[in-house]
């Protein structure tokens, strides 16, 4: 007979100040903690020339653009590290946790695509801020938005030719599929 594997449970506080002294990041779902892998070059890649168009975009405005490291709490249980997250909400003063998202994207590899597109997906539209939630795979020419268009009802746009013109509404912001993968070969 096997024995089951014990689960350790951990508080959102306990959460919170081990991922203050942390050299490694780590989810929080609902009393456990999940370490994050390292990121592939391409990975790597595609969020910087994300983060680049989308802060350059945002300088002079009151919206704040973060990669990797801020973390999201989408509801009271959850802590997610978005690969990038928009907020344009004066009450984001959390120095370490955006409560109020209006986009997040998340850059998918084969292995991290089912919780990207599905479960986050699921708790991300519960977040009353958000209104796009764009996914962006790594190892293809394509992007999905998940899009709120009016309260709960969304709508999702795929993208996969590189002069495709992708606009995220949420920032009034058009960008060429072509600019995310620029330095990337297929």
């Not at 994300?50 to 975009?57: D, E, F």
Request: net charge negative; glycine share 4%.
């Amino acid at each position: 007979m096997a024995l089951a594997e014990k689960v350790e449970y951990i508080s959102v506080e306990e959460y919170l100040e081990g991922e203050k002294l942390s050299q490694l990041r780590h989810e929080f779902i609902d009393g456990q903690v999940f370490a994050m892998a390292g990121a592939s070059k391409r990975h790597n890649q595609i969020c910087g020339s994300l983060y680049r168009h989308l802060s350059s975009k945002l300088i002079g405005s009151n919206c704040d653009v973060y990669m990797e490291s801020v973390k999201v709490r989408p509801n009271n249980i959850t802590f997610y590290y978005p690969d990038i997250v928009v907020t344009c909400d004066a009450e984001d003063d959390d120095e370490y946790i955006v409560h109020h998202p209006l986009l997040i994207v998340e850059v998918i590899s084969p292995t991290s695509e089912r919780t990207d597109r599905y479960e986050k997906l699921q708790i991300y539209r519960q977040i009353p801020s958000l209104q796009e939630y764009v996914i962006v795979w790594q190892e293809e020419m394509l992007v999905e938005i998940h899009r709120r268009v009016e309260g709960q009802e969304w709508t999702v746009e795929r993208f996969s030719q590189a002069e495709a013109q992708i606009n995220f509404d949420s920032i009034d912001f058009a960008l060429n599929l072509s600019e995310i993968y620029r330095a990337i070969e297929f």
